[in-house]
């Protein structure tokens, strides 16, 4: 219960901050064109980040990381050695700093007591931005990306800011071609294949425009969400009812509430009125890991390949 | 729970006709005219509460697929499986669960504005509200996974009953002679107490407080037979030993002591009456949430309607307050469809204005 509902508000505060700050992460992370040019940061180093322009004085070396997937991240260039905390929800990788600090709420004097030279973030609602340039610590917004493109754009940036450039590009390029053979391994429909993408069991969805969305329709898919009336208000998050569900009857079924909720295929052919879904009657109800789901890190790639997966079942049955 | 109930001493047998009353106290009423109002009221909810819904369903194939199931009649339907899933396992549930709720709190609150003399009593007065409410926080916060929906209910029940048995309890050996004053004191006193640590338990687990939030506010949207069968029980019982107080309930209107005069044992008929309530409240707002409004504005809008006395307000209440529930569902998975409003905003929101209105236009003498 808890996860969910810290997740799927994580993800609409960072997608209001990530909507309003398209424009401005593209500057820093456009800069350095010439790749093989500036592999390497020259510090001080200006970002134009989500949260304006910040300046990092030298390559930190006590970062804190209130960001899930910022934390993956970083571990995924190699900067691992200078975090020094992550936040209490930062559950991967396994022997990354874990602590108690609430990414939500978070405590200014519970971060400075690591002493911090870098403090990164998936959005900032409570002007942590502010409070921590009093004490000199720049903070680094990198909120929910709303595309694979901004997902690599925060790689990069994160690699500016760490010091490690090459190896976020590597990160990068490695990631858009597992996802390329997996697109190109799965199996082609020409209709496209509905499903139903569960963050809770209030029935909250995604749209195939959100982030996650425009993975899954990278093999052909299409979120049964979109036909639902405040799709767009709802920022690609709207609700959706069992009866909305059931009349839609989508093809597949994807569960990204396992771990929090402890749903399963079974449990779902258990709700009432829902054992009739194509999705139930074929087995095609799939059920994802929450944390890899509500995140835009390097695991994106697993994720991708678990509904794959699950596809080539379905050509193959 | 409390199925075996104390019986009423002989004067208090509810069905005898009240010989010994005098006729002041008791006129001659006919229930059977705003009874007929009522159960057209709750048919003509019913019908829309199963033919209106996110998925467009046609009336004609509602009505198709429903004559096609019911048994002995051989008639066949051309409804998809999945049209008949949306009525029968959806839109049914919803609609029946949603009549029993609406019973319970209409009937409860008319039964607690009888014993307590108070027009502002409803059926969350002695705290099945505060006690429901932090069984059910205590679940949400401190339960994972799917254990939090299969417990949620039984702890919601169970926080309600010891709820109203601590201020009952309280209430009643506080010192003095209890009275009805003592016992809505200790009321607020427990209600204010489980309050307080339901709102510490949210504040130590923050995220949860959308999932509380929630809970709070009301939902029939995931109504199952499930849920129909867990609480069919506790309200039949409930409303059927009410219903046996109506009479008794017109007489406490002229005061206990006057009660008392007349042979009728008045903290005997609030105990039971208030037990009746609790349980059939408890296992209402267990499944629903804690739909709120509809204790304090159905009896009333049936009282200025039609008839103060409680052999017409008791069941038209029930009957006219599940129907208003079930029409305020409808409203509440909608609007915004397929997202869902919490019905308790819908109550309010609508019952408020409805209520006010009839308040106005009845003293200046337009009803």
Known sequence: MARTKRRLLLALVAGTFGATAVGATVISTSLPGAAAVSATTTYPVQIAAANGKITIPARPTAIVSMSPTATEMLYAIGAGSQVKAVDSYSDYPKDAPHTKLDALTPNVEAIVAYKPDLVVVAGDTTGLTAELAKFGVPVLSDPAATSLNQEYQQFDELGVATGHLAQAKAEVTKIKGQIKNIVAAAPKHTKPITYYFELDQTYYSETSSTFIGQVLGLLGMKSIADAAKGAASSGGYPQLSSEFIIKANPDYIFLADTICCGQNAKKVAKRPGWAVLTAVKDGHVVGLNDDIASRWGPRIVDLLSTVAHSLNHHSST | ?367
């Open chain 2, 1 to 367: 729970m409390s199925t075996t109930l104390p019986r009423p001493t002989k004067v208090t047998t509810p069905d005898e006709p009240a010989r010994e009353t005098p006729a002041a106290i008791l006129p001659r009423v006919s229930a059977r005219r705003p009874i007929l109002v009522a159960v057209v009221a709750l048919i003509g909810a019913m019908v829309v509460g199963v033919s209106v819904g996110p998925a467009d369903i046609s009336l004609p194939t509602v009505f198709s697929a429903l004559a096609g199931h019911l048994p002995f009649i051989h008639y066949h339907s051309h409804t998809s499986a999945i049209d008949w899933d949306v009525i029968w396992q959806i839109r049914l549930p919803g609609v029946v669960l949603g009549g029993l709720v609406g019973a319970m709190l209409a009937g409860g609150g008319a039964a607690y504005q009888g014993v307590f003399r108070n027009p502002l009593a409803d059926p969350y007065l002695l705290g099945v509200a505060a006690g429901a409410g932090l069984g059910a926080t205590l679940v949400i916060v401190e339960g994972s996974g799917s254990n939090v929906s299969t417990f949620l209910p039984f702890a919601a029940f169970a926080g309600a009953v010891v709820a109203v048995a601590m201020t009952y309890l309280v209430g009643t050996t506080s010192g003095r002679r209890a009275s009805t004053a003592s016992i809505v004191l200790a009321g607020v006193a427990v209600a204010a107490l489980l309050t307080a640590i339901q709102t510490y338990l949210q504040q130590q687990h923050e995220p949860d407080l959308q999932g509380v939030y929630a809970w709070i506010l009301g939902s029939l949207g995931t109504a199952s037979w499930a849920d129909v069968r867990l609480i069919l029980p506790y309200v039949t019982l409930s409303a059927v030993v009410l219903l046996l107080h109506r009479r008794l309930l017109d007489v406490l209107r002229v005061g206990e002591e006057e009660a008392g005069a007349l042979g009728i044992n008045a903290a005997r008929v609030r105990l039971i009456v208030v037990a009746a309530a609790t349980l059939g409240t408890a296992a209402a707002v267990s499944v629903s949430g804690l739909i709120g409004f509809v204790g304090i504005i159905v009896p009333h809008t049936v009282r200025l309607l039609s008839n103060a006395s409680y052999r017409v307000v008791l069941p038209v209440s029930m009957i006219g307050g599940a129907a208003f529930l079930i029409l305020a569902n409808v409203v509440a998975l909608n609007v915004q469809a397929p997202a869902e409003i919490p019905i308790g905003v819908v109550t309010a929101f609508v019952g408020a204005p409805f209520f006010l209105f009839l308040l106005r236009s009845r003293r200046t003498g337009v009803l």
